[in-house]
């Protein structure tokens, strides 16, 4: 799940708990006083003071200021270079490689401006450099009318070639449909009742639209754009399920709705107050983990895309057969998947197209795990002449503000495909182009990587052929 | 699956093939006269010969060198530059953001040797720049004895804090074991029979001991490292899935498997002529998707973390206190996501630190589906003072050499760890000890994400105490 | 799927196809002449008749009138009499075991009006006797407030007294509760249409209110009882499956929601007329099968019962303790279920008990797939003195009206529950009843097995420290 | 899971716990003494000594001799009568339904000898009479060269006469194949270890094979027919299942298997002391429970049926066509299951017959939860002409001797089959025999249902076609 402010901020009171700041080392010196303190020492004499436990390594920035003036901001590429000396120092002495050798983790091509101060508070804590991910371009994938260029950030070689040549498919097929079928980001705390006819009464009594309506105006006094749009409730025992599945404009919404969930719950406790409220994921939601209840319900943006490929193009661009696709498909992505028991993994590779457009912009590759269930279908249609391929993805979960969207690369890579930042007139129109351009993608994947399966069958077949007719 | 290199090359062979590379226009000119040509026009003059279809875009590296001699090296840099010019110009006329700015996109920070040179031909194709992922580090992590500090890369804020937090913890603690309790690669091809009968046929002839072993002996024919390990083979009507496991050495191993699951075929076919083999990957393998077979017969490393958390240090450190955090894993890890239908996702939030481990080491992101499966378990110990924690993941897909992992920030990430490259002395320990850091991360993960909600729950329940409190 | 009237129909027509009667054998004998026939002939003759193909084997009952008035009853005690000699003689001429020996399958001891009247044309046919399965009894079982003798139809030695001893356990604790959470039955055909685009066309159409309320006014124009309740709608490419949800009196119910599903197929044909609807029953419903989505969702009734067993109760009728009931069921129910990717099979032996009762009261056993989904959770509470027991269990599907409820005994079975037939003062109580008796039942069945099992740990390891001291 | 004698024999323990028999109500009589008091009561004075506690209800076959000389069988019968009239007191006192007449519930019609002497101790408890199940024949099926006529007990209409279809069909197709591709009935108990890392150690050491070879002879010492086939471990955290698979002869052998189990923990707990086994069964066996293990590595025996059926069957005895088929079973059988999430239920309805097979030959129906697991594939062969059909089946759990074998009407239908009782020349032939018959009324069952839905969607397209011509 979200990893919520309240973990980060425990993270941070808790370690003086265990590893306190000594400020004693500076006698009676103030805050202010260390800042001029810290100012005027070198960088190792700083390491020195984080190895007494004086400054926690993970306030580096805070503690660093760019000026002794008040409301200075942090100094994060200082506090990053200090921080990559206190490393250094640390795995000399303690690692199982004294000798590593970090330099090659590249920092200094950033500076505080472009990088590092963006990053701080949003993005990353304990920063100690970057990892630079490659972007290859693919397209132009045509997709309801509209050209894109899609950005995918990969170090796995031939995936880029591989999908680009889907979407010269398509390309020549006439281009492609996407459609969204359902919308909604969902979250489900986990609530345990004194007994389990009180987990049916609390049931009941949110399947009454009155009481629906109380907790969804609750829901919805947190934020503009969360509407809540279903809730569904699961019964264990006494555990009970509250699944709340809402609209969230152009970001992709865990943080929304978790803020919605926790006001809703306020509702909930009024009218039952026993209530415990043990977690607010109750793992039903479900983020980040395989799950039947995505894969049947959607979370985030469920998507269909489309095309027909006539067998012309599948003869010279993918170099195979109408036939031996539809075969493919049929032992392959259903009976294959079945057999493995696998749920929302119909399909041959969408995890690595959507894991390379996540990265280059700026979602959060974490949710991957159910992101790239998709289900790919191709059916000769017009007689046999022609395939009709789709894939059916009924948990893309995507943004365009928040998270990683807002660094200036991946910002850059949603202006490459226009649904950058919040659409003012619609909002969620962005998100939902995103999921679409996506789905558009692992189109050209999957058409991509399936014809090479095919066609290397192809080729072997012809060459076993081969072989039997020289024995002769 | 793994993007096969005849996929790549089929991209450019059909490419030829709809959107010919017209020499004609070159009049009688040879090709080491395009590249005399393409060196002495100005970028803009290039982008025009591809607008023209004379230059294929995803061939600039090969068109562009550095200088006009033989053998001289591809000009990585100026065909991004040219590429990007060419992208620009592409989105103005077609795509739907006309005013697309993607310099934010940066590229230039690298040059031709320290980045684009190694990624050709080996990590990205049709490269426009790159995404800096900002790196943190959590640490010390105790495991096994040893301290690591761990990197990860990441967008997703609090995270690293938060796991932060659970490796102090884990230090404070006196520190965590993990253990490889399995290991081997796997790859299924699907093989289509005549009949079902025949495919049985296939499969008792398989269980055989003389004939599995002159399968091992092909398999292992085409690598210094694969050494098959088991052979399992699974029926559905005419297809059958024989899964292929082995061991890689320090490389996680598909490329290697699947050259040599290929050698092991022909074994079958000289056997069985009858035998299609629909293609080398049948989903049973399962790579990239969910599946209940990575789950119960694990792919990969198949890891086991754990730690004693004193009650101490649950309520210093993490703020909350033994009981709530046994009720919360049975509520949500073990209830919720049977609830949800999910299989491999008894966890918090494991994919999170998987991801960001997976991408600062130079791991195959796309493969986090399967390798954050994960089942996390909080006991009660000695009489209900302590609190034993796992996780068990079956799943961690990981080496230390190919792929992304020689790019030079990515390799001193896992400098870092002590396991660049490969373990001479032992093959295979570098990667198995890279999949123990991960599985210890995870640990540190879970322990704190588990704990703050733990503890919110408990500010929660005593808010509500008051307030009871203050009605009376 | 149930099997619809249509297939028999077919059965009877296609029979005619391929192994025709041959009328001409009996000349220009009318339909009359031959009823005159075969009351003329002895059973030998009969058979010959069959074996030449002149009466179809599984027509016997319908030729067979129990005299020559027009308007006579099927002679359905002479038509088994004789199909038994038909099979001997098969048996003896071309069966495996031509000895066989099929006198001990009783056939004599019900006569026409008790029996085969009854079974004709509505439980079964080509009848050759019965099975008499043995009916235990158990109880009483205290669920709200009522007490219920249980009847059970097995052939599983101990299932009975095992569960009967569960009873009494709960009669010890004061009585259990049953409640019912969501109640449905549901049938989701397949449809195909001629291109995902229109597919969520159909799928946001019938999302609309008013197409919402037409179909469902169809849907409801074909009984009395049939209420849609609810219709979801799922995609995969061009195939969509639109899950009826529906009330149905106190009816299991499959045969009025197809009915019904039928009728609700033509309003949505006449605005999408290129639907192609492919079987009434595409595997969404789901029907006889495992699936993730009568786990989440829910089938037939949703039931939870539970009970607090006091400390007391649990170590004097149960010979074990609270803590080993508690660890059993996480590491057994939770982990274990979890770690064999179970969807639903998160208890001890439900199906056991569900089948018994089934078999008991003329359900339907192929729904036990179903029907046993089930969570049993065991918690300690007061302090760890008692354990709160529940079953979670999702798709009971039961009747009290058709299929094998009203045969004699199966009747009888349902009288002792005070659940027979139709509750005309609120249509659907006796069915919901039941299957609160079900769940109820299922409640002592796990609590005496997981006992079992608890106290045998304890025996062994009770065992193994009296070893352990002797060694010393 | 099986419900071990322990539990019913602790039922009978506790019983005296919480509802003693109070023996002193007979004063100074001895037990001998009882007997003659209850031989010389009428039945309804035995009635009053039940309500009084005096003699236990679940006793009365012991305590009630045929005579009154020392050796005497139990009397059953009038046991039997006795309980019903004690019933019906109870029902008329206390239950939901004091007026329930349970006459109809048949028991008479059967006497001591036939049936409840052997029910009693084997079979059931607390017997209060018998449901007959109608028993109907389909067939000649013809498989493997022989022809079977399958007995199949069931009171769901249509079910038989449409099997009965499917065996006509492939009688004209020539004839069905089945095969057995493995076999080993499995059982999983849950061992807890003092930690993971000593889990792991166990796991490794029992992958050692001479620690393997020392299990195996222990299991192996306790049954002339148990042999281990093999052993897999998996762990979570600290919780160990040891899935052991084993040849079992003709018994469905769960209760063989749990007794070796048993024999084998005594090994691994004298080399791991710390153990602690908590259950017999951890729901990794996994028995009557949804799982994907049993789909994956098999439970029982594995089946594979399957026929090739000619265009000319399919038109004149299914009335459809091969191309209908192909696509149902694509659209149903695969895209349908995999929407539902369904593991294991990629079929039409093969739940029915396995249940009502299972119901003739005495197997255990609770069973059918795994055993109805089942692939049923169809695909055009011969250039699209004709049909193969295929049903996979991996986890038919079936014997010919223990269980409900030995009752008389179930012995009799395994006579008919060629396959009662145990195989003396090959033991486990008449299992396997039995297993593959199953499958080919599986697959019957299959084509028949498949084809009714297909020719009504024909019929329903023709209706449509001539509706839309009208129109014109």
Same mark, same amino acid.
């Given at each position: 799940?979200?990893?919520?402010?309240?973990? *980060?901020?425990?993270?941070?009171?808790?370690?003086?708990?265990?590893?306190?700041?000594?400020?004693?080392?500076?006698?009676?010196?103030?805050?202010?006083?260390?800042?001029? &303190?810290?100012? @005027?020492?070198?960088?190792?004499?700083?390491?020195?003071?984080?190895?007494?436990?004086?400054?926690?390594?993970?306030?580096?920035?805070? %503690?660093?200021?760019?000026?002794?003036?008040?409301?200075?901001?942090?100094?994060?590429?200082?506090?990053?270079?200090?921080?990559?000396?206190?490393?250094?120092?640390?795995?000399?002495?303690?690692?199982?490689?004294?000798?590593?050798?970090? %330099?090659?983790?590249?920092?200094?091509?950033?500076?505080?401006?472009?990088?590092?101060?963006?990053?701080?508070?949003?993005?990353?804590?304990?920063?100690?450099?970057?990892?630079?991910?490659?972007?290859?371009?693919?397209?132009?994938?045509?997709?309801?009318?509209?050209?894109? +260029?899609?950005?995918?950030?990969?170090?796995?070689?031939?995936?880029?070639?591989?999908? +680009?040549?889907?979407?010269?498919?398509?390309?020549?097929?006439?281009?492609?449909?996407?459609?969204?079928?359902?919308?909604?980001?969902?979250?489900?705390?986990?609530?345990?009742? @004194?007994?389990?006819?009180?987990?049916?009464?609390?049931?009941?009594?949110?399947?009454?639209?009155?009481?629906?309506?109380?907790?969804?105006?609750?829901?919805? $006094?947190?934020?503009?754009?969360?509407?809540?749009?279903?809730?569904? !409730?699961?019964?264990?025992?006494?555990?009970?399920?509250?699944?709340?599945?809402?609209?969230?404009?152009?970001?992709?919404?865990?943080?929304?709705? $978790?803020?919605?969930?926790?006001?809703?719950?306020?509702?909930?406790?009024?009218?039952?107050?026993?209530?415990?409220?043990?977690?607010? &994921?109750?793992?039903?939601?479900?983020?980040?983990?395989?799950?039947?209840?995505?894969?049947?319900?959607?979370?985030?943006?469920?998507?269909?895309?489309?095309?027909?490929?006539?067998?012309?193009?599948?003869?010279?661009?993918?170099?195979?057969?109408?036939?031996?696709?539809?075969?493919?498909?049929? &032992?392959?992505?259903?009976?294959?998947?079945?057999?493995?028991?696998?749920?929302?993994?119909?399909?041959?590779?969408?995890?690595?197209?959507?894991?390379?457009?996540?990265?280059? !912009?700026?979602?959060?590759?974490?949710?991957?795990?159910? $992101?790239?269930?998709?289900?790919?279908?191709?059916?000769?249609?017009?007689?046999?002449?022609?395939?009709?391929?789709?894939?059916?993805?009924?948990?893309?979960?995507?943004? !365009?503000?928040?998270?990683? !969207?807002?660094?200036?690369?991946?910002?850059?890579?949603?202006?490459?495909?226009?649904?950058?930042?919040?659409?003012?007139?619609?909002?969620?129109?962005?998100?939902?182009?995103?999921?679409?351009?996506?789905?558009? *993608?692992?189109?050209?994947?999957?058409?991509?990587?399936?014809?090479?399966?095919?066609?290397? +069958?192809?080729? $072997?077949?012809?060459?076993?052929?081969?072989?039997?007719?020289?024995?002769?």
């Amino acid at each position: 799940m979200k990893i919520s402010r309240a973990a *980060a901020s425990l993270a941070g009171r808790s370690s003086r708990a265990i590893g306190p700041r000594n400020c004693r080392a500076f006698g009676s010196k103030s805050q202010s006083d260390l800042l001029h &303190s810290l100012s @005027d020492m070198s960088d190792d004499e700083v390491v020195d003071m984080v190895e007494q436990g004086s400054v926690p390594i993970y306030k580096l920035e805070q %503690e660093l200021k760019t000026s002794v003036e008040s409301g200075a901001d942090p100094d994060c590429t200082r506090a990053t270079r200090i921080r990559r000396k206190w490393l250094r120092r640390r795995l000399a002495e303690q690692s199982p490689n004294p000798d590593a050798d970090i %330099e090659e983790l590249p920092y200094a091509e950033f500076d505080q401006d472009k990088f590092y101060q963006q990053v701080l508070g949003n993005n990353c804590e304990l920063v100690i450099g970057f990892v630079p991910l490659p972007v290859g371009v693919v397209g132009p994938l045509p997709l309801n009318g509209e050209e894109y +260029h899609v950005p995918m950030a990969t170090t796995e070689g031939a995936l880029v070639a591989s999908t +680009h040549r889907g979407c010269r498919a398509i390309k020549a097929s006439g281009g492609a449909q996407a459609t969204i079928f359902r919308d909604g980001m969902t979250r489900a705390p986990v609530l345990k009742m @004194d007994s389990g006819s009180n987990a049916v009464a609390l049931k009941l009594w949110l399947d009454e639209p009155e009481n629906y309506a109380a907790v969804k105006e609750a829901f919805e $006094s947190t934020s503009n754009y969360a509407r809540l749009l279903d809730l569904t !409730t699961s019964i264990a025992g006494r555990n009970v399920f509250t699944r709340f599945k809402c609209a969230t404009g152009d970001a992709m919404g865990m943080n929304m709705i $978790s803020k919605a969930v926790l006001a809703a719950m306020e509702v909930l406790k009024e009218e039952f107050p026993e209530i415990s409220v043990l977690s607010l &994921s109750g793992n039903v939601c479900t983020d980040k983990k395989p799950s039947a209840i995505n894969w049947l319900e959607g979370r985030g943006k469920s998507v269909l895309a489309e095309v027909v490929l006539p067998g012309e193009v599948i003869e010279k661009v993918l170099k195979c057969n109408v036939e031996s696709l539809v075969e493919l498909t049929v &032992s392959k992505n259903l009976v294959g998947s079945a057999v493995a028991g696998s749920i929302g993994g119909n399909n041959a590779h969408a995890s690595n197209i959507v894991t390379a457009v996540f990265l280059a !912009t700026g979602q959060d590759p974490a949710q991957v795990v159910e $992101s790239s269930n998709c289900m790919t279908l191709m059916e000769a249609v017009n007689g046999g002449k022609d395939l009709h391929v789709s894939v059916t993805m009924p948990a893309v979960e995507v943004g !365009t503000i928040g998270g990683g !969207t807002s660094l200036h690369a991946q910002h850059a890579c949603l202006e490459m495909l226009g649904v950058n930042g919040s659409n003012n007139e619609e909002p969620g129109a962005n998100a939902r182009q995103l999921a679409q351009v996506v789905a558009g *993608a692992v189109l050209a994947g999957e058409i991509s990587l399936m014809s090479a399966l095919a066609a290397n +069958h192809l080729v $072997s077949a012809h060459m076993a052929l081969g072989r039997k007719t020289r024995k002769e």
